[in-house]
């Protein structure tokens, strides 16, 4: 299933603030770093890479390919352990911003993790509330880019927290998680987590996809993930296109 739009509901002084295709994004990279993510990407290569360091490799690709196609985005990075830390404000400095993602490292945490906590902690980074932005900033489209990587408990949620409806923030999920198959796990109960509680509104889009051991999968949804939010199609209607895209030699 994909993300789809819904009629928006923004009214007021915030809609008049939307982003426009050419708004500028800074981007907060928000990185689970659970003991899961230790474990190797696919079961059938048990000494190859980990969860996490494929994770770091495609963050730090479209982290460069972002960074070059506009001068003007930013990057943060955010870490989810039991709680939310925020790594590194937001730099347009790149080499820092490739540093910060190679360092990351696992930790040992619960499964259950609380997003309560985490919308509290991301809205306390951007400067999305009064007094009213100014230059750069007050055309700067906000985007928190969350990488999920836990299989064995649903998140929590409270209440669904005013940072999604603001018109100038959109939060994409990628949830990389264990085979179906295997025991103990809820990776459909978390998808569907994700899908029911962190759906974009006000007419904006959210990019939530999810991932088992499959590269190709992973490199599709990154080269999704790339599209500025101001100017994509909802989910559903870009992977249409992606079908109907002749392969290679057609």
């Known amino acids: 299933p994909g993300a789809?739009?819904?009629?928006?509901?923004?009214?007021?002084?915030?809609?008049?603030?939307?982003?426009?295709?050419?708004?500028?994004?800074?981007?907060?990279?928000?990185?689970?770093?659970c003991e899961e993510n230790a474990e190797p990407w696919s079961t059938a290569e048990p000494f190859g890479p980990t969860r996490l360091a494929v994770i770091k490799q495609t963050l730090a690709a479209c982290v460069r390919r972002k960074a070059s196609a506009d001068r003007r985005h930013r990057f943060g990075v955010c870490l989810l352990g039991d709680?939310?830390?925020?790594?590194?404000?937001?730099?347009?400095?790149?080499?820092?911003?490739?540093?910060?993602?190679?360092?990351?490292?696992?930790?040992?945490?619960?499964q259950r993790f609380d997003f309560d906590g985490f919308?509290?902690?991301?809205?306390?980074?951007?400067?999305?509330?009064?007094?009213?932005?100014?230059?750069?900033?007050?055309?700067?489209?906000?985007?928190a880019l969350l990488v999920f990587g836990r299989s064995h408990a649903v998140p929590h949620i409270s209440v669904r927290p005013s940072l999604l409806d603001h018109p100038r923030f959109f939060l994409d999920a990628l949830y990389v998680h264990k085979k179906m198959g295997e025991e103990g796990v809820v990776c459909q109960d978390t998808y569907d987590f994700f899908m029911?509680?962190?759906?974009?509104?006000?007419?904006?889009?959210?990019?939530?996809?999810?991932?088992?051991?499959?590269?190709?999968?992973?490199?599709?949804?990154?080269?999704?993930?790339?599209a500025h939010p101001?100017?994509?199609?909802?989910?559903?209607?870009?992977?249409?296109?992606?079908?109907?895209?002749p392969a290679e030699g057609d």
């Open 83 to 110: 709680s939310t830390l925020v790594h590194l404000p937001f730099t347009s400095e790149l080499q820092l911003v490739l540093a910060t993602i190679d360092s990351l490292s696992v930790v040992k945490c619960q």
């Open 196 to 226: 029911d509680q962190l759906d974009a509104e006000c007419g904006k889009t959210a990019y939530i996809f999810e991932v088992a051991a499959s590269l190709p999968r992973l490199h599709q949804h990154v080269m999704m993930l790339l």
């Open 4 to 33: 789809t739009n819904v009629a928006p509901r923004c009214s007021g002084p915030d809609a008049m603030s939307a982003p426009t295709p050419d708004s500028p994004e800074s981007i907060l990279l928000c990185v689970d770093v």
């Open 230 to 245: 101001a100017q994509r199609d909802d989910q559903d209607s870009f992977l249409e296109k992606l079908e109907h895209v």
């Open 119 to 143: 919308f509290d902690t991301i809205g306390d980074e951007l400067p999305l509330e009064t007094p009213p932005l100014a230059g750069a900033e007050a055309t700067t489209l906000f985007r």
